[in-house]
Nanobody, 128 residues
């Protein structure tokens, strides 16, 4: 059974940082494209950042470019999202996802509905 478990969310002040983790079991992450998505209250899910399985190419949404960094540790079977200079509009539930079928990582991040597996999410709240 494939499982993705996110952690690292919490309450942080504007300008602060958090690092999210997504631990995978039942799969070898190096066989998958990986990504982070988020959904704020009352808003549609958004692809935040994605990374390809082989070359490590990355994609970032315009809203997080320059502030967030996606990474993966294939030995630990874990995906990370380093989030710096957080803003109140970054408040959302953050989900990780994996797939093998997206033809580009931009495509993966723009597909907010279907991937091979999703985590259950971790809440990030940015507030003073």
């Amino acid at each position: 059974e494939v499982q993705l478990v996110e952690s690292g969310g919490g309450l942080v002040q504007p300008g602060g940082s958090l690092r999210l983790s997504c631990a995978a079991s039942g799969i070898a992450l190096n066989d998958y494209h990986v990504g982070w998505f988020r959904q704020a209250p009352g808003k549609e899910r958004e692809g935040v950042s994605c990374m390809s399985r082989r070359e490590g190419r990355t994609y970032y949404s315009d809203s997080v470019k320059g502030r967030f960094t996606i990474s993966r540790d294939n030995d630990e079977n874990t995906i990370y999202l380093q989030m710096n200079n957080l803003k109140p509009e970054d408040t959302a539930v953050y989900y990780c996802a994996v797939d093998t079928f997206s033809d580009t990582i931009r495509t993966m991040c723009l597909n907010i509905f279907e991937h091979d597996a999703w985590g259950k999410g971790t809440l990030v709240t940015v507030s003073s």
